[in-house]
């Protein structure tokens, strides 16, 4: 009988000692955020932090904290957003990020200014997305970054993490079309002066104002996460292969009525052909020949007909050979750029008959020779069997 009483009394205890981890877990929860915040923080949390929890408090509008600087940081984070992010829909949770939070109040966090906030917090981005970090390591950004231009962007001023949406279409593996049209208001943020420019371009007007995505964005010529300078010779001497990947495809060229034989002509004209051999011999140089943007322009490309900045117009062509030939004032000097077009009977008619002449002259000179000395070869072979039978 001792010996049931006595087991009767180690169930009640371990039945009230479960009871009482039970209860105070409960109370230690950081899940249930309506407890004052003094309760909260005595324990270390036993779950990992609800995302509810974290927006119990972060998603009251107008919750703001000052920094030193002065500058005002809001830590309001809008639930309804977040949400509809890629990261939500990934359940990734505030904490898979904020790794070092857990419980309020936080750790310590000392930031100047709110460039020093984004500074301090982007590098979570490596743990999931080692990829794309690594290829940023040797961008012009992160050389700016380095070079102690704190206004170089780094992973969150291009996609806010709280409010992110699916970039690449799962069924394409390719940029979706939507995500492709805001690439330009993304680098915008920053290079205002080049958007502004490369809107009213014909590329730029294409896409900002027709949704055209055929044309260029930024990234289609710079790249995104690995962006190069782009005044490096590597750079200047890849232009006509760049402009070329579109500007030879008859898929894209046929819609626009747009010559897809610019790259062969531009490599046959006297500048081109150099730049050509130039880019295999030295590519660490870079050409003093035209390339496609020191006649088209760069962000400011136009329609070649437009009668104000467009290049078929001699005196706006001129202007751009004066820049390396500057001594050329007569706008005749422009004819000596042969145009894209492949020389026929009725243009360049000369070039064509040279080019017609040398076409049949040279092989048929090598021909004859060919001939001639083979037919030689062959009597003198004769001739020399005959005097040994002899
Ligand atoms: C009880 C309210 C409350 C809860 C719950 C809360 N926060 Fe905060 N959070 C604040 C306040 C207040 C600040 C302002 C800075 C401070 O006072 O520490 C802040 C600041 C922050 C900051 C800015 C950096 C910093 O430390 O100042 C981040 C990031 C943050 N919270 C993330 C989280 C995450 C993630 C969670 C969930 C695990 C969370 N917070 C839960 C109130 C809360
Ligand atoms: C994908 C990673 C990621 C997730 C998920 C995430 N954050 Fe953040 N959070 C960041 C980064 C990075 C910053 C710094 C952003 C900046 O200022 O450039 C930040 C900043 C903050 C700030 C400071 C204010 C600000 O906007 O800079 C608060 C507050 C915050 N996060 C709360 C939350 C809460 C609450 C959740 C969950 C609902 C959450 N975060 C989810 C990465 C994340
Ligand atoms: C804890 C892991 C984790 C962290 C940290 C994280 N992400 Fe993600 N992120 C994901 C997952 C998972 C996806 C969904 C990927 C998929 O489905 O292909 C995603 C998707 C994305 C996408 C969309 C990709 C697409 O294919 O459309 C972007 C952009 C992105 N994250 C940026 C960031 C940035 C910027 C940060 C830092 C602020 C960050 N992520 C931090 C896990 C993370
Ligand atoms: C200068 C703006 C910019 C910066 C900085 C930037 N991204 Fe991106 N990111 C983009 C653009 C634009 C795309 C869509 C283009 C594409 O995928 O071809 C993209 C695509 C992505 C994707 C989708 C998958 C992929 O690789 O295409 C992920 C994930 C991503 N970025 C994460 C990051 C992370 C992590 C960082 C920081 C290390 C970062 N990005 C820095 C602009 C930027
Ligand atoms: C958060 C601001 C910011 C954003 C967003 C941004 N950049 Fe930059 N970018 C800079 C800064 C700062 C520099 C370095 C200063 C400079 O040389 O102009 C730089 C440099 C560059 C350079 C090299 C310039 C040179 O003269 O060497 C290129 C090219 C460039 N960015 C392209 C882009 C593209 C393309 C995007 C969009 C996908 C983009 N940037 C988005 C801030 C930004
Ligand atoms: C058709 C290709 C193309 C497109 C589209 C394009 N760029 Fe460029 N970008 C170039 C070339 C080529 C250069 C080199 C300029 C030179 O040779 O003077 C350049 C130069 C730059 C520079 C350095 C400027 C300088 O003066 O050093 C920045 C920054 C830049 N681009 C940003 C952008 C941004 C932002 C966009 C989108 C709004 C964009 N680019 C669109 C081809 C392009
Ligand atoms: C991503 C593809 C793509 C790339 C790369 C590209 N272009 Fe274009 N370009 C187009 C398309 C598409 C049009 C027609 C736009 C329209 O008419 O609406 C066009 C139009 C033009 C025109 C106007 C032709 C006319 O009708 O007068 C010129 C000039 C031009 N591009 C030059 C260039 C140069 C120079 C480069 C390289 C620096 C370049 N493009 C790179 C797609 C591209
Ligand atoms: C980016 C600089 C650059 C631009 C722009 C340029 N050229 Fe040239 N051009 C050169 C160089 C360099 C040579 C070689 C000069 C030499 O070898 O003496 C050259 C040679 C020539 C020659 C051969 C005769 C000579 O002086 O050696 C003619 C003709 C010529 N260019 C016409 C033009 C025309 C027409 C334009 C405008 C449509 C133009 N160039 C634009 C750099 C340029
Ligand atoms: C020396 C100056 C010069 C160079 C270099 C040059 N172009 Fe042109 N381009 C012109 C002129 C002038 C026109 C208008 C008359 C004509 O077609 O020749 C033109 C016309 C064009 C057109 C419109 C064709 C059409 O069918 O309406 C395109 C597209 C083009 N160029 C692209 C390029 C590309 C791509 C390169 C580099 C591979 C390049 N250009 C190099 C001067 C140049």
Redesign the pocket.
């Given at each position: 009988m001792k010996w049931f009483s006595n087991r009767f009394k180690l169930v009640f205890l371990i039945v009230g000692v479960i009871l009482l981890f039970v209860a105070a877990a409960a109370l230690a929860s950081p899940a249930d955020a309506a407890k004052p915040s003094h309760l909260v923080s005595q324990s270390a949390p036993p779950d990992k932090p609800s995302n509810a929890y974290c927006l119990s408090c972060h998603s009251r509008s107008g919750m703001t904290k000052t920094l030193p600087n002065g500058e005002v940081l809001s830590l309001y984070i809008d639930p309804n957003l977040f949400d509809h992010s890629i990261h939500n829909q990934q359940n990734m949770d505030c904490v898979d990020c904020h790794t070092n939070i857990s419980t309020f109040p936080h750790p310590d966090f000392k930031a100047n200014s709110l460039r020093d906030v984004t500074l301090q917090l982007?590098g979570t981005?490596?743990n999931?997305?080692a990829?794309?970090?690594n290829?940023?390591l040797n961008?012009v950004?992160q050389k700016a970054l380095d070079a102690g231009n704190s206004n170089a962007?780094?992973?969150?001023?291009?996609?806010n993490p709280h409010q992110q949406t699916r970039?690449?279409d799962p069924q394409t593996g390719?940029?979706s079309q939507d995500?492709?049209l805001?690439?330009p208001q993304?680098?915008a943020r920053c290079h205002s002066t080049i958007y502004n420019t490369y809107k009213s371009s014909v590329h730029g007007a294409a896409l900002t104002q027709y949704g055209n995505l055929d044309v260029p964005t930024c990234?289609d010529c710079h790249g995104?996460?690995n962006?190069q300078d782009p005044n490096s010779a590597q750079f200047r001497n890849a232009i006509p292969q760049l402009c070329a990947k579109c500007h030879t495809d008859p898929r894209i060229m046929n819609k626009y009525g747009i010559s897809t034989q610019v790259l062969n002509t531009y490599v046959s004209d006297f500048h081109g052909t150099t730049v050509t051999l130039f880019e295999q011999v030295s590519p660490n140089t870079p050409t003093n020949k035209p390339v496609c943007t020191d006649c088209h322009g760069v962000h400011d490309i136009s329609n070649v007909n437009n009668p104000a900045t467009g290049i078929a117009i001699k005196q706006n062509l001129l202007v751009k050979c004066q820049r390396c030939h500057p001594n050329v004032t007569t706008a005749n000097f422009t004819d000596a750029w042969m145009d894209h077009y492949v020389a026929s009977p009725q243009k360049f008619a000369l070039v064509y008959y040279v080019n017609l002449f040398y076409k049949f002259f040279i092989p048929l000179v090598i021909g004859g020779m060919l001939v001639f000395v083979v037919t030689d070869f062959i009597r003198r072979m004769a001739e020399a069997r005959k005097g040994a039978r002899h």
């Open positions: 982007y981005c490596k999931c997305h990829s794309e970090f290829q940023t961008s950004h962007a780094v992973c969150t001023d291009c996609h970039l690449i390719k940029l995500a492709r805001e690439v993304t680098c990234i995104v996460h962006i």
